[in-house]
């Protein structure tokens, strides 16, 4: 039986790797046809162009893991099917859910494939593209913010940076300082803010000014330290998109915002999303596995493959839109999460207890 199991799970695995791979590539065929409309621009070449698209990779690999896991899933048990070998293993007294059961150990390696890609290669390739574009782009700028900058909060204070740079330190900054609701006690405007350690940041070339009843004192300085709770990484978590971070990363700038009284759903909803992603790739291929033994199994390899990429492309789009209407109804992140990937479950167990 353990050799039995190998072959499902090899049979599993590499139409599930090649489909992964046809993705990906159509993927980045469209992503690099629409970077090239930017190439010209500063320093953008197309080898940089070209670089880029690389790097983003990774991060369409996870989001195409689970709708890969299901077609390959399909094909590969559609062709031991139509090769008659899963016949001849029922004649042989392996029942389906054996069968099932050894297939579902394929989904242990794309579990594990699925976390290194999230909490580790995805954070660092994402930064570096996005640093390599904007670096090309603006290279006299180097900011990672948008011109029009960005506001956080931290405690009683609320901060303005226009600029966040590659660096982890900050142009044009603001600080505006209250001691009690709408009681502004001083404020900072200075060019630079550069992060020292341990939640201490210096300013550098600015004004201080401080609110004492009806006395206003302002006074320029070339620098002062001002402590803070916020630090570098949040200002990353600025320009990265929230699938893009780590787990760890999500929660950490979650609880930042929690502290601080601000909305956090949109990090929190991505964050139960990595922590569900091995349930997604259970569904998927559950419902390859019913297709299979199911309603499907008097059909083509072909149909139960176009069967599967419909399947798939359902799973996905529900996981993008309910996620966010999720959050316009103000539900819970862990439900709008868990929601799509227990729907499709339910529905596999379903018919995978029908066809017993």
Do not use: C
Request: charge should be neutral.
């Amino acid at each position: 039986m353990r050799i039995l199991n190998r072959y499902i799970v090899r049979s599993v695995l590499q139409p599930t790797a090649m489909v992964l791979f046809l993705l990906v590539a159509l993927r980045f065929l469209f992503s690099f046809l629409d970077e090239l409309g930017d190439v010209g621009t500063a320093e953008y070449t197309a080898i940089k162009a070209l670089a880029y698209t690389l790097l983003s990779v990774p991060m369409w690999l996870g989001e195409l893991l689970p709708m890969a896991t299901l077609i390959g899933t399909v094909m590969g048990l559609g062709v031991l099917s139509s090769s008659s070998e899963l016949t001849a293993m029922r004649a042989a007294a392996v029942s389906p859910t054996q069968v099932g059961m050894a297939t579902i150990r394929a989904a242990v390696f794309l579990i594990l494939g699925g976390a290194l890609l999230s909490e580790v290669i995805v954070p660092h390739t994402s930064s570096m593209a996005q640093d390599l574009r904007l670096n090309a782009i603006a290279p006299n700028e180097a900011f990672r913010a948008s011109g029009a900058g960005v506001w956080l909060r931290s405690t009683h204070d609320y901060v303005f940076f226009r600029h966040v740079l590659v660096d982890q330190t900050a142009d044009e900054v603001q600080i505006f300082s209250f001691s009690a609701p709408q009681q502004l006690s001083e404020t900072y405007f200075a060019e630079r803010a550069q992060y020292q350690g341990d939640g201490k940041w210096r300013l550098l070339r600015g004004i201080h000014t401080r609110f004492d009843g009806e006395q206003v004192n302002t006074e320029p300085f070339d620098e002062v330290f001002w402590q803070s709770e916020l630090a570098p990484e949040h200002l990353q978590v600025l320009q990265a998109r929230p699938a893009e971070l780590s787990g760890a990363g999500l929660w950490s700038y979650s609880q930042y915002l929690v502290s601080n009284g601000l909305d956090a759903s949109q990090y929190d909803l991505e964050f139960w999303r990595k922590v569900f992603q091995p349930l997604n790739l259970f569904a998927m291929m559950l419902a390859g596995i019913a297709s299979v033994f199911g309603p499907l199994r008097s059909v083509t390899v072909s149909a139960r493959v176009l069967a599967g990429v419909a399947v798939g492309l359902s799973f996905h789009y529900l996981g993008q839109i309910f996620g966010p209407v999720s959050l316009v109804y103000q539900l819970p992140p862990v439900l709008g999460a868990l929601l799509p990937p227990a729907v499709f479950l339910t529905g596999a167990l379903w018919l995978l207890r029908r066809a017993r």
